[in-house]
């Protein structure tokens, strides 16, 4: 009979934790359909620190801090004074002592500011701009599971770093082969276009797609995929324009 509770469509299985999670990895539009009717977000972030800390350790076990400092000041030092190296090699042990400190830090923070920063970026687009009607929890927890691949790219950092007979070989700045300015020489003087093409790589082009599929979910009929990729690809390029001027 019509009107009856028969005629009624049944309600989508909700997604486990466990699904959502290898969901976007194998089906991401099913994964944040589910992500933006319940947008939990504690999982993801919780894993995407553990690895960041992971990291984190690896970096002062196998390489050490002072390899790290020494590794970020080599280009600067070619172009310092005697007087200037010399000051600088007197500050290296507290900075050796700073680094491991900021590291951790950065490593269990980092992913939460991170991801409530884009989030409020991301809103300001699509909400301000498209009308989509997005709210924060959704977006916060859209930028979350798009955290999930770097995990992955942590695992393979990981790997590549204890897999060098040499720590020294291990290029911090750009350990991978992922992106287009791996394929350079850091030395080059066209820093610019290194810089630009250092940020082209596979895992910030799957992010992208991750969290424009999120949105898309999120904002449902009013706002289309076009429209979500346009608002997570307009800051970041700009961000990469801004990291590249710097690095000239």
């Known amino acids: 009979m019509p009107g009856t509770d028969f ?10 934790e466990i699904s959502r999670l290898s969901g976007v990895f194998f089906e991401p539009t099913k994964a944040f359909t589910d992500i933006a009717e319940r947008p939990r977000w504690l999982a993801p972030l919780l894993l995407v620190i553990l690895a ?3 990291y ?27 007087q200037q190296r010399a000051a600088v090699e007197q500050t290296k042990g507290l900075q050796v002592k700073i680094a491991s400190v900021f590291a951790y830090v950065g490593a269990l923070l980092g992913p939460p500011v991170y991801c409530l920063v884009a989030a409020g970026v991301l809103l300001l687009i699509v909400n301000g701009i ?14 979350c599971y798009s955290g999930l691949p770097g995990i992955l790219l942590i695992v393979l950092m990981i790997v590549a770093m204890y897999m060098k007979p040499n720590p020294d070989d291990f290029n911090l700045q750009n350990p991978l082969p992922f992106n287009l300015g791996w394929f350079m020489s850091p030395d080059t003087p066209a820093k610019f276009l ?10 910030s082009i799957w992010a992208i797609a991750l969290i424009a599929t999120g949105l898309k ?3 449902g009929r009013k706002l289309t995929f076009g429209g979500a990729a346009t608002a997570v690809l307009t800051p970041w390029a700009i961000v990469v324009l801004l990291k590249a001027v710097i690095a000239r």
Not at 65 to 80: N, T
Not at 194 to 203: P, Y
């Open 130 to 143: 498209m009308s989509a009607g997005i709210k924060f929890k959704q977006a916060f927890a859209v930028m």
């Open 217 to 219: 979910a999120a904002g």
């Open 52 to 54: 960041s800390l992971a």
């Open 7 to 16: 005629d009624a469509e049944p309600e989508p299985r909700k997604l486990s």
């Open 56 to 82: 984190t350790f690896a970096i002062g076990q196998r390489l050490g801090w002072e390899r790290v400092i020494d590794q970020q000041l080599q280009s600067r030092m070619a172009q310092m004074s005697d």
């Open 194 to 203: 290194h810089s630009i093409a250092s940020s082209i790589d596979i895992f």
